[in-house]
């Protein structure tokens, strides 16, 4: 068959390998001028490329429809990821968490692994070519018209572009294709070729898209005392995230204070568990600064503290219990003057104390940017979507993969194995 990928990224290059070496004449458009430029920064450069879990953890991890995965767990779950990415040539490691990388900590060798195989199966690679849009008749899909930016000659000449003048004026062109496979990728990174162009495709096509939204990303806090922690990190906090008594978050790790609100890694995880409903629910937000610690346990380190420093005020009386980056703001939390001198502290002072350590308040206001997200909640929605080819249900001959689908998942190498899984279900039962 005659087979078009729209997008050179990961979902893309996977897909089109393995159609390539079934024997299809396969194309690979991909705008920018080099393949996976996200796949080169993913894991800080080092490409956690999946995680080393059982079917069930995966689909643990998945936040949004991990039911639509099954059937593409089932084509390549992730050791199938890390037993293939071997037979490819590439030394694999699993780390801390069940993380895969590449033993060398390179992503350029995941990539290179996969230009490689790309070029053994056969597959044309038209770079520096946007898709701009799909082609239909009555029996589904019958093509695609590309442009080609003027590029090549213009960076060896050193003009700079913007990603947006990039095919301004570009002549149309006609690319037949008996099945096209949008894999487009999401709209976080900007700066990686991520435009939402596969969205605006299933909406030409009459697909339904489901509303985006930045996930895995930093969260924005109204408090005032936030700005004078910046740049401090907690490590072995609790993040807790409540609507009314219903507790929707709460989970143990690592955050980090920045000029606007939280960050690191827990946070990244609230983002995507919880990001949906900031600013449209009320939610109560708090960090419990000692989790390992009950407020009766907590009393009694105070008492002792406090004993041994009658005479100090109170910010000078805080140092063994908390990073000093947080003593100034501590007792502005508890509502205790700093000066406070500790022999004058009452009981409800030390309760307030205690309130402001295990209940550390946060005002969520909103998430942060696209540019900031490290993937895309929302997308094609997959009611659209056969879940064992993905195959458009109403479209004959044009698939979506990767995070073009509503579909995403925590941090930890499990986005990437999406990518993958719905390439290779989609490579293997295409008919
Ligand atoms: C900073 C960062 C770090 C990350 N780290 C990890 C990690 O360690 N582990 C993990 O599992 N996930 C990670 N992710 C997420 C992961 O990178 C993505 O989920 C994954 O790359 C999605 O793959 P994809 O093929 O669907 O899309 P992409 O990799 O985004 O590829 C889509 C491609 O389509 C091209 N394209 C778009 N429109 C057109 C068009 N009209 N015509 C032609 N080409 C087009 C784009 O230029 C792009 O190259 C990270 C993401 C970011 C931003």
Known sequence: MNIVIIGGGASGMMAGILLGEEGHRVTLVEQNEKLGKKLYITGKGRCNFTNDCSENEFLDAVLTNPRFMYSALGVMNPQDTIALFEKWGLR???????????????????????????????VKVLLDTRCARISFDESGVNGVYIEKAARKAEREAGVHRFEEEKFAGAKETFLTAERVIVATGGISYRSTGATGDGYRFAKEAGLKVTETRPSLVPIVC??????????????????????????????QG?????????????????????????????????????????????????????????????VNALSGIYPSGMIPVIPAAAG????????????????????ATKRFPLTFTSLRGFEEAVVTQGGVSV?????????????????????????????????LQIAWSTAAACAKNMT
Not at 336 to 355: G, N
Not at 395 to 411: C, I, K, N, P, S
């Open 92 to 122: 694999t490691k699993v780390e801390r968490g069940r993380r895969a990388f590449p033993a060398s900590d390179k992503s350029a060798d995941v990539l290179d692994m996969l230009k490689r195989k790309l070029k053994d199966a056969h």
């Open 383 to 415: 009611k659209e979507i056969d879940p064992r080819t993905m195959e458009a249900k109403r479209v004959r001959g044009l698939y979506f993969t990767g995070e073009v689908l509503d579909l995403d998942a925590l941090t930890g190498g499990y986005n």
């Open 336 to 355: 205790i003057s700093p000066e406070k001198r500790v022999h004058d502290l009452t009981r409800a002072d030390r309760e307030a104390l205690i309130a």
């Open 254 to 314: 690592e955050l980090m204070f920045t000029h606007f609100g939280i960050t690191g890694p827990l946070v990244l995880s609230a983002s995507g568990r919880i990001g949906g409903l900031i600013g449209k629910k009320p939610l109560t937000s708090y960090i419990d600064l000692k989790p390992a610690v009950t407020e009766e346990m907590l009393d009694k380190r105070f008492l002792s503290v406090f004993a041994e420093n009658q005479n100090r005020t109170l």
């Open 222 to 251: 109204a408090d005032e005392y936030i700005r004078d922690m910046q740049g401090l990190s907690l490590k072995n906090v609790s993040l807790i995230v409540k609507s009314g008594k219903k507790i929707l978050f709460d989970e």
